[in-house]
Each structure stands twice: as structure tokens, then as C-alpha cells.
């Protein structure tokens, strides 16, 4: 495909929304009612992704579903604010704007429930304008990195894995959630795509129990897997890749503030490294320590 310069270089495709945090000082049981704090941000595995690697002075732009309502103005403005592209995401006059919603503790996630109707019901008018000419088409492949969550719907997926518009791209696979891991099936032996996911993650996708991320990434590479970073909580990460020698590396130990977004900071982090030309193994520090101060940083304050 010709050099187009106006075009973005990495896109971030699927969960676009509000984020709504409880943080709880202390352990919760179940009915409790007790104080604490509750921020609202921008979030979405896409977005958080895209914000992260904006922060880093690059100029990312998102392929996602926002409805045309208050709430989905609102987070446009703030997207654009943060230095996201946002011209070829997909409108919905008639749904509302998703919303993830979740309770925080020191002890990690108690709870979450994620909205995502507007995504699900948009399906492949997401990805439209990497077909449609906009952004790309079969005859002429966007160039570029392409990250995408496992939010889309599998049916999105299952179109994906097999369309010449993805030719040209990177792809990073990132499957949002163990319910959501399955999605991503499809994919799982194209030549091009890198898979981030913990180890239930990886779990789901294998349909067996994993001892740690080290297995984890081996069994992904079995099943045809070309890359895979698996990481583990506190515990070791995996870096597995095909025809190389397994990378394993522990996580800087940090006091955790917060946990929402850990996942995604990693991948921005080793996206960033990896473009900026840094071997597996720095990549892989890279990554773990965007990730460390994602968790050790206090909740941003509401929007």
C-alpha cells in the first residue's frame, strides 16, 4: 500500500466507554454497604490502550461504538483531549453509550459488570472503514498495528481472520476477559497476530487448568499460537514465541493502588518498546514496569 501519512500507524479496535470505580479501603463482603471512593474515566480495553500510547507522544486513533447521547459526547471530547484519534468511530443514535462498572479493594477486583451492548450491536460496522476505503480495503491494506479487544463479537472475529484488509497489519490480541478468550479462536493460528492475556485467560482458550504463565504461553504456542505474553498477577510473566527460546521475567514488586487497566498498560508498553525498536527481553521489562506504575498509582480523580 502507497505511504499515506494521514493516515494513523496503530489502531486500537473495540471497548470504548465510561469506567465507574468503586476503591474500598478494606476488604468487602458480600451486601456490604461501607465508604469509599467512586471515580468515573474514560476506559475500555481500546481506549485504555490508545490513552496509554498517546500519553507516550504517539498519535493512535480507535475503531469503536459510542452512542450519540450526552455521555458519548462527552467521551469523544475527552479522547480527542487526550490526543486519540477518533474520526472513524461508528455512531449509534439509538443505543447508550457503554459502561464498565467495578469494586476495588486492596485485595484486587471484587466485581465487574461491563455494558458493552452498543459494541455488540455496531458488530462489523466497527471495522467497516478498514474495508471500506477510509482507512483500507482489501485491494489496499492499512498499514500499521492493529490492537483488538475481545470485545468485538465473535462473529467479527471469525470475518477477520480470513480478510486480505488485515494483510498489511500487526496484530495485537488482547481477549478483555476468560468469558470473552473464546472470541478470539479464529485467530489463534494467523501468522501475524501476537496474543497478550493473563493465565485464566490463556486457561479458557486452552480449556484446561495452567500451573503459570510459563505454561500457559507454551500451551498457546501448541495450539498454533505464534506469540504469546501471558501474565500471572504478582507472579512471573511469559513471553513464548515460535521457534525461541521461552522469556520469563517477575514483576517489579509495588504496593497496588489500583488494579483496572494493568493488563492494558502492559501491552501499551510493550507496543511502545517494541516500535521503538527494543529487543524481546527489554520489551518484556518494558512492559512489566508501565504496568507497575499503572497499579501503583492513585485512582484519577473523576472527569
Known amino acids: 500500500m502507497p505511504s499515506q501519512p494521514h493516515l494513523p500507524r496503530i489502531l486500537c479496535v473495540g471497548a470504548m466507554l465510561w469506567d465507574i470505580i468503586g476503591h474500598a479501603a478494606r476488604a468487602v463482603s458480600p451486601g456490604e454497604d461501607l465508604a469509599g471512593r467512586i471515580v468515573q474515566r474514560p476506559g475500555g480495553v481500546a481506549l485504555n490502550v490508545a490513552l496509554a500510547l498517546a500519553r507516550q507522544g504517539l498519535q493512535p486513533a480507535i475503531l469503536a461504538a459510542v452512542g450519540r447521547d450526552a455521555p458519548g459526547e462527552a467521551l469523544l471530547a475527552e479522547a480527542a483531549r487526550l490526543g486519540v484519534r477518533t474520526e472513524w468511530i461508528w455512531r449509534d443514535s439509538g443505543r447508550a453509550t457503554d459502561t464498565y462498572m467495578a469494586i476495588e479493594t486492596p485485595e484486587g477486583l471484587l466485581a465487574a459488570i461491563a455494558d458493552a451492548q452498543g459494541l455488540e450491536a455496531a458488530g462489523a460496522a466497527v471495522v467497516a472503514p478498514l474495508r471500506d476505503g477510509r482507512l483500507g480495503s482489501a485491494a489496499r491494506p492499512w498499514v500499521g498495528t492493529l490492537i483488538a479487544d475481545g470485545n468485538l463479537t465473535p462473529a467479527v472475529f471469525a470475518e477477520l ?28 493460528r494467523h501468522p501475524q497476530a501476537i496474543f ?11 480449556g484446561r487448568p495452567l500451573a503459570d504463565a510459563a505454561e500457559a504461553a507454551g500451551a498457546l504456542l501448541h495450539m498454533g499460537v505464534h506469540r504469546a505474553l501471558v501474565t500471572d498477577g504478582p ?17 517489579p514488586p509495588v504496593v497496588a493502588r489500583r488494579v483496572t487497566g494493568a493488563g492494558d498498560a502492559f501491552l501499551a508498553g510493550h507496543v511502545m518498546a517494541e516500535l521503538a525498536g527494543h529487543d524481546r527481553a527489554a520489551a518484556l521489562d518494558a512492559a512489566l514496569n508501565a504496568a507497575a506504575a499503572h497499579v501503583a498509582e492513585a485512582p484519577a480523580e473523576a472527569i
Open 235 to 251: 507472579r512471573a510473566v511469559a513471553d513464548g514465541l515460535a521457534g525461541a527460546s521461552l522469556l520469563l521475567r517477575a514483576p
Open 161 to 188: 481472520a480470513a480478510d486480505p484488509c488485515l494483510a498489511g497489519a500487526q496484530l495485537r490480541l488482547v481477549p478483555a476477559s476468560p468469558t470473552k478468550a473464546q472470541s478470539l479462536q479464529p485467530l489463534l
Open 196 to 206: 497478550h492475556l493473563n493465565r485464566l485467560e490463556a486457561e479458557a482458550l486452552a
